[in-house]
């Protein structure tokens, strides 16, 4: 797409120093024949002119002088344009390598947080397999000690039988503290309302 634009930048430059020769070459040859046209009256009046000077050379000479500055002003205006167009490729060169960057960062980063919360999971399923094959008092003597949200996330892992034992032998404090935790931790999770009934439905089958 760069690579077109530039090509018609410079086809469109070029069709601007052809048209400015064109035109000058045209303007050119309007004043030579004027020019001619001109002397050839003042010859038939005066055979012989004394110090007669006009003629075609000097307007000639500022046409071709005029475009030729034409065309240095053209060349030089495209050349900015070919330094800006380059400064651009540059600049998005390097916008397009610092994104590929990020992007292979962002890669690496995903595949470290997928690995450890994989890793996390694994200790919480071994550490809670540990407390669910230990003897009901002993679980419970160790959650009797922990923080009630810390004991709840443990026992909603455990089998209802486990968790039933283990609940038997704690403090009757701690365990309705935990049974709060684990009755209130999903309250805030947003559930699907069923319609209200229309004023005067019967809702009785």
């Known amino acids: ?6 090509h018609l930048r410079r086809k469109r430059g070029s069709l601007l120093v052809t048209l400015s020769i064109i035109f000058a070459v045209s303007v050119i040859l309007r004043v030579g024949t004027m020019d001619m046209s001109f002397v050839s009256r003042a010859e038939a009046s005066d055979p012989e002119p004394a110090g007669l000077t006009v003629g075609p050379t000097a307007p000639i000479r500022a046409a ?4 030729t500055a034409l065309r240095d002003r053209l060349a030089a205006r495209e050349a900015v ?3 800006r167009e380059r400064a651009v490729d540059v600049a998005q060169a390097l916008i397009e390598e610092r994104l590929a960057v990020l992007e292979a960062a962002e890669t690496r980063l995903e595949a470290l947080i997928q690995t450890s919360d994989s890793a996390a999971e694994a200790d919480l399923a071994r550490l809670t397999e540990v407390y669910q094959t230990m003897e009901p008092d002993q679980t419970a003597a160790l959650f009797s000690q922990m923080d009630p949200n810390f004991a709840a996330g443990f026992l909603t892992r455990m089998s209802p039988a486990a968790t039933g034992a283990v609940m038997a032998e704690l403090d009757p404090t701690i365990a309705y503290a935990i049974s709060v935790v684990i009755a209130t931790r999903n309250a805030t999770a947003p559930t699907l309302q069923q319609p209200a009934a229309e004023p005067g439905t019967d809702t009785e089958s």
Do not use: C, N
Not at 64 to 67: G, H, K, P, S, T
């Open 64 to 67: 071709l002088d005029e475009v």
């Open 81 to 83: 344009i070919d330094d």
């Open 1 to 6: 797409m760069a690579k077109t634009k530039k």
